[in-house]
């Protein structure tokens, strides 16, 4: 059984900075595994945000493209998502996923409020 736990959310101002984590956990080798992180805003769809492949290449969205940096670490089985310059827009819940062995797993979700 795989498990994804997101933290790191928050309530900041607009310009601010988070750091968000997904721990991994489960009998998989997460370093052959693509992790991704979506957010989805009230009303709005899932969307993809930043995703980051086994061997470490990185591709965003361009709403965040310079300011969110997707890193990983393989000894910890753990993704991070680095958001600086926050925006009221960047408003969401954010969600940990990966499809491993053919099977889609998401975490509960971390909110992360940008609001003076």
């Known amino acids: 059984q795989v498990q994804l736990v997101e933290s790191g959310g928050g309530l900041v101002q607009p310009g601010g900075s988070l750091r968000l984590s997904c721990v991994a956990s489960?009998?998989?080798?997460?370093?052959?595994?693509?992790m991704n992180w979506y957010r989805q805003a009230p009303g709005k769809e899932r969307d993809l945000v930043a995703r980051i492949i086994s061997g470490g290449s990185a591709y965003y969205t361009d709403s965040v493209k310079g300011r969110f940096t997707i890193s990983r670490d393989n000894a910890k089985k753990t993704v991070y998502l680095q958001m600086n310059s926050l925006k009221p827009e960047d408003t969401a819940v954010y969600y940990c996923?990966?499809?491993?062995?053919?099977?889609?797993?998401w975490g509960q979700g971390t909110q992360v409020t940008v609001s003076s």
């Open positions: 489960g009998s998989f080798y997460f370093n052959s595994y693509t």
């Open positions: 996923n990966s499809v491993i062995r053919g099977y889609d797993y």
